[in-house]
């Protein structure tokens, strides 16, 4: 599903750089990336969605090597393909609820918006507990209904790779419980693919695997393999 | 369309923002513009009026001032001429001559002191009534009609220049008799007068007792043979009506009376040149030809209208910087939302669509409203200048 290969990656002249030289995450897994802030978690997200784009190497997402697409085709293979969730919702305070989850389909002409989209838009709605609140615009809902509504808008386009970053980061207990059985349980019904990075290490147990960047960082870069993954941060 | 939607949505969301935006655009695009829409109209009207009057004569003094009062009856009375003005020009055969006394008011309304050749002139015509026949009686322009509430058989009454004017003008009743139709003009406005009933106002004329007669014996001071002098319980009318019309009279030359000015309405243009001929000299009178009154009037209007959109496109320049500081500023505010779009997946010409569309909409509405302002400018300046200039 996801296939990393001799991937280097630095911002500009800083001293930040990732090298992964072998990373796979295969259809259906959940995978959870944890280690300390700056070591690059959330740039090899970045990298998987072809938000940004390696040094060198070969980024590969359902057979397509995203990290040598141009730009508006990594835009389409984004939209089409990745959904994403952010720990700020990021969600567009002009937008009400429904708007805000029907979103992708008003920004790239790949996606076509009809009353089927609109009806399954309400759908998920329903199924997480907002469908009376899609009139309202996200300053008038709690952190919780906000993510919600983010999660909403991140698997309307029904993607195969649903990629998270703190998704439960500015969420108390109760609400993070909620939108992480609202993500595992579209994950496991659509057997949609699940890359997050985290900080709680509570949530570990719900991902079938997890990625210690901080294992990998004691020689000054990121190394990461298959085999070191398993369990490495729980 | 969808990016549209998304533009609307924002727009619609900073609604304060955006009408605020609109509106500095909409005053920038149409201050100079207007402005200069609205001089030409006005320029245009006061040329027309005065085109139409041939010549003016008075007393010397300002020109601008007798014009205005001749063409506008404006409150701002000129030097005085006398009725003899008119009966020279009219001796001269150079041109009929039309007297204009325009001092009085009633209420706010001028009282126009004329003859009945005025309304030939300036081709006004009878909406109600009948036209004055005799002293003492009343045609009223449409809107003065309108104004004082008053109409065929209702009365008018002379108003005191001043509050403190107690022996002054006098507080005449005049009977209504006709009212005019719209003309779209300054005599709309006006209430005409013979120009006897004028001087009469002026107490240059009154009707008082027959001292004569034994019920007036209380108002007489002496008698010295045929020769009988009043005092002051004599009872002057302040109405002239059938009944007292034969005892009003006037006291003096009539030639010696005055008038504000004379029109002069020569056939050709050597009839023209040769009457403004006879006043080129003369000390105590002038001949002024409104059109060129107006030409430099409108010329001092024209150098005071550049300064006013120099002024308005400097101030204009100012509000457009700030609105493009504002549209920056948002741009900037907007970032993090622009990086949502970009990582979502949405396309370069959607994310710039969505993040061009306030700068774009509130510069097309602004210039669209003001284009409005413009046609309704055109279209109603006319009325606008009309009421300004009366």
Not at chain 1, 146 to 158: I, M
Request: charged letters at 25%; hydrophobic letters at 45%; one cysteine or more.
């Amino acid at each position: 599903m996801v296939r990393i290969e001799g991937l280097r990656f630095r911002y500009g002249e800083g001293d930040f750089h990732l090298d992964i030289p072998e990373l796979q995450v295969e259809d259906g897994d959940t995978t959870a990336f944890i280690g300390p802030s700056g070591s690059g978690k959330t740039t090899l997200l970045n990298l998987i969605a072809g938000i940004i784009r390696p040094e060198t190497g070969r980024v590969e997402t359902r057979g397509v090597e995203v990290s040598s697409l141009p730009d508006a085709d990594r835009r389409r293979f984004r939209i089409t393909t990745v959904g994403l969730v952010f720990q700020e919702f990021e969600l567009l305070e002009y937008l009400s609820v429904l708007d805000n989850i029907l979103l992708p389909y008003r920004l790239h002409s790949a996606l076509s918006l009809d009353s089927e989209v609109r009806e399954r838009a309400r759908s998920l709605a329903e199924r997480v507990g907002i469908a009376d609140k899609l009139d309202r615009h996200p300053r008038r809902l709690s952190q919780g209904e906000r993510q919600r509504v983010a999660v909403c808008r991140a698997v309307l386009t029904d993607p195969p790779l649903l990629l998270t970053d703190e998704p439960t980061g500015n969420l108390d207990p109760v609400n993070r419980e909620r939108v992480l059985d609202i993500l595992f349980d579209y994950v496991r019904e659509s057997r949609t693919t699940l890359v997050s990075v985290t900080h709680d290490h509570e949530i570990l147990s719900r991902f079938g695997r997890v990625v210690d960047f901080r294992d990998f960082h004691s020689t000054g870069v990121a190394e990461v393999s298959p085999g070191d993954e398993e369990g490495g941060g729980a | 369309m969808d990016t549209l939607y998304l533009a609307w949505r924002y727009l619609r969301f900073h609604r304060i923002k955006t009408a605020i935006l609109v509106a500095a655009i909409t005053l920038i695009v149409f201050l100079p513009i207007g402005l200069r829409v609205l001089v030409d109209q006005s320029s245009r009207q006061l040329t027309a009026r005065a085109e139409a009057t041939p010549l003016v004569v008075s007393a010397k003094g300002s020109p601008t001032e007798l014009t205005l009062n001749t063409l506008y009856f404006s409150s701002d009375v000129p030097a005085r001429t006398t009725y003899r003005a008119a009966s020279e020009i009219q001796e001269t055969g150079l041109a009929p001559a039309i007297p204009m006394y325009v001092r009085f008011r009633v209420r706010d309304q001028p009282i126009v002191g004329t003859t009945l050749e005025y309304f030939s002139f300036r081709g006004l015509e009878l909406a109600q009534g009948r036209q004055m026949t005799v002293l003492g009686e009343a045609v009223l322009g449409s809107r003065a009609a309108e104004r004082l509430g008053v109409g065929p058989g209702d009365h008018v009454i002379s108003s005191p220049e001043s509050v403190f004017d107690i022996a002054g003008v006098y507080p005449l009743r005049m009977p209504v008799v006709g009212v005019l139709n719209f003309s779209d003009s300054a005599d709309d406005d006006a209430v005409f007068v013979d120009v006897k009933t004028a001087w009469v106002i002026e107490g240059l004329g009154h009707g008082h007792q027959d001292l004569s007669q034994p019920e007036a014996a209380a108002g007489v001071l002496r008698r010295d043979g045929n020769v009988v002098v009043g005092n002051a319980a004599v009872m002057q009318f302040n109405e002239i009506t059938p009944d007292n019309i034969d005892s009003f009279h006037f006291h003096g030359d009539l030639s010696g009376f005055p008038l504000t000015a004379v029109v002069a309405m020569p056939p050709d243009q050597r009839s023209s040149a040769l009457l403004q001929g006879r006043y080129q000299d003369s000390e105590l009178s002038q001949i002024v030809d409104p059109s060129e009154v107006m030409d430099e009037l409108l010329d001092t209007i024209l150098a005071v209208e550049k300064f006013v959109i120099a002024g308005a496109v400097t101030v204009g320049l100012a509000t457009l910087a700030t609105a493009f500081l504002v549209f920056a500023l948002s741009l900037r505010l907007r970032r993090r939302e622009r990086e949502t779009l970009f990582k979502i997946g949405g396309s370069r010409a959607a994310i710039g669509t969505v993040m061009t569309s306030e700068i774009v909409a509130v510069l097309t509405a602004g210039v669209l409203l003001a284009l409005l302002l413009t046609f309704l400018t055109q279209t109603y300046g006319d009325v606008i200048i009309r009421a300004l200039i009366r």
